[in-house]
């Protein structure tokens, strides 16, 4: 059978078809487009509409290209989301969740009386996040009523894309569960916080594990692209399908799927809410088949593709490459300050080159002047980020980490990888690149029967793709 996965982040998006041929999986890209933020309305949103463009767009380039799939699955990033109305009609924009609208909610839950920060944590062990579900939502309460007393629908950006591909309104788990109003425990909506933080019980959809096939593609879809297939649920939030494809071998190891952002943490068959794990801000997010990811968000790439961006083209008109500011950051010399990479001053600052270097200088340190100066003391500080996160991770499961796990796009990162294992004091197995994807196809062919378990799938994954070890340098 042939399958697709359609992975979609902050800053771009691919379609990528997935086989097993001769016991290996065979990954072939056949679309790929852009992603990211516009201003609309006083917001920060999405283009969600041209995003959906581009989904249907990536499934007539697959069967244009003879290799139109027997099944589709949609992973995107989490906690943004989109409300219809009783026609099915979107109401209002796709906010993103770098957008500054939920400034101060939590701290007025508190001042109010409607919940602690405690409580909230013990009830769905999602971490503090100023854009978590939640707190978006009482946003958008508090600023448009009507839009809310209008809504009728609440779906997730990848459940939403899912519903305009086959008409079918459903919210898949392990998004759901990043919303913070999802019982850890229960795995499904805990109706007495939605009921005390005010919102509308009856948006929300029955919560569907990963695995579930939610249907064929509309007339008008098929029209478009060609052929029709099956859309099944994937884990629908990417870094729970990046960490399905972790080909883990030893249960002590750390799982790192790093992108524009980084999630570092273990997977667990059971969540940790303790007072402990809230303290040290890890969150619980849903995994497929009954799995957690007991994890902590870091900023994650975001910084340095910010400053690539911000830096603009060199004399050949282009933006330098990736590898190209690795290679800077091998060859640029100073001792930088590490940076608190997660502070909200990060998050969508104006200038990330002036808010780096003022945090440099804040700090008494050098002040990186050239880019490969600003990419090394990025990189350093994020792998200083991982070495805490690691060992609080330890402390928290009572587990010592051995190794490091990457996947996604970051784990071709040599800078990183090597730094991260200097960091950390244990190793680095770097790969699969495309583990979002994998994870996204994987999931697929479980459900159709092509392993048996997850187990089987991974160990597919290991023959399939190389997986490179950094040792920690002496």
């Known amino acids: 059978m042939r399958h697709l996965a359609i992975d979609i982040g902050a800053s771009s998006g691919r379609h990528i078809v997935g086989e097993v041929v001769d016991g290996k999986i065979e990954l072939t890209e ?8 516009v201003e609309q309305n006083g917001h920060l949103c999405w283009d969600i509409d041209a995003l959906a463009e581009n989904v249907v767009a990536g499934l007539a380039a697959a069967g244009e290209q003879g290799l139109a799939p027997d099944t589709i699955g949609i992973d995107a990033w989490a906690v943004d989301y989109v409300l219809l109305d009783e026609d099915g009609a979107r109401i209002g924009d796709a906010v993103a969740y770098r957008d500054g609208r939920t400034e101060g909610i939590r701290e007025d839950f508190e001042r109010a009386g409607v919940i602690t920060f405690d409580e909230h944590y013990a009830r769905t062990g999602i971490q503090f996040q100023r854009f978590n579900t939640a707190y978006q939502l009482v946003a958008q309460m508090r600023e448009h009523p009507k839009e809310l007393e209008r809504a009728r629908t609440f779906l997730m950006v990848p459940d939403y894309l899912n519903y305009l591909l086959t008409g079918v309104a459903a919210n898949e788990y392990t998004n759901a569960s990043t919303t913070a109003l999802v019982g850890a425990a229960s795995r499904t909506w805990d109706d007495e916080l939605i009921a005390r933080l005010g919102l509308p019980r009856a948006i929300f959809q029955a919560v569907r594990e990963p695995g579930a096939i939610l249907g064929s593609l509309t007339p008008e879809v098929r029209a478009r692209v060609g052929f029709d297939a099956q859309v099944v649920l994937p884990a629908t939030h990417d870094t729970g399908s990046a960490w399905l494809a972790v080909p883990a071998q030893d249960p002590a190891a750390a799982y790192l799927s790093s992108g524009t952002w980084s999630l570092l943490g273990s997977e667990n068959t059971s ?9 040290a801000n890890f969150t619980n997010e849903g995994g497929a088949y009954g799995t957690y990811r007991h994890l902590k968000n870091i900023m994650g790439m975001w910084m340095v593709q910010s400053v690539r961006r911000e830096l603009g083209p060199r004399a050949d008109g282009k933006l330098p490459s990736f590898d190209t500011l690795i290679d800077e950051a091998f060859a640029a010399r100073g001792d930088f300050p590490l940076l608190d990479v997660d502070a ?13 270097r003022a945090a440099c200088r804040e700090a008494g340190g050098p002040v990186p002047a050239e880019p490969g100066e600003l990419v090394r003391c990025i990189y350093d500080s994020l792998a200083a980020d991982y070495a805490r996160a690691v060992a609080e991770l330890g402390e928290l499961t009572g587990v010592a980490r051995t190794c490091i796990n990457i996947v996604g796009g970051g784990s071709q990162n040599r800078y990183m990888n090597q730094a991260t294992a200097n960091a950390c004091g244990i190793p680095v197995f770097a790969g699969p690149t495309e583990g979002t994807a994998l994870g996204n196809l994987m999931a697929q062919m479980i459900a159709t029967g092509e392993f048996a378990s997850l187990q089987e799938a991974r160990a597919c994954v290991a023959r399939s793709f190389n997986i490179q070890r950094i040792d920690p340098a002496c």
Request: hydrophobic residues 45%; glycine residues 6%.
């Open 271 to 279: 969540p940790i809410t303790g007072v402990a794990s809230a303290k």
């Open 344 to 356: 909200d001053r990060f998050l969508a600052p104006a200038s990330m080159v002036d808010e780096v």
């Open 30 to 37: 056949v679309y790929r487009f852009d992603n990211g933020l």
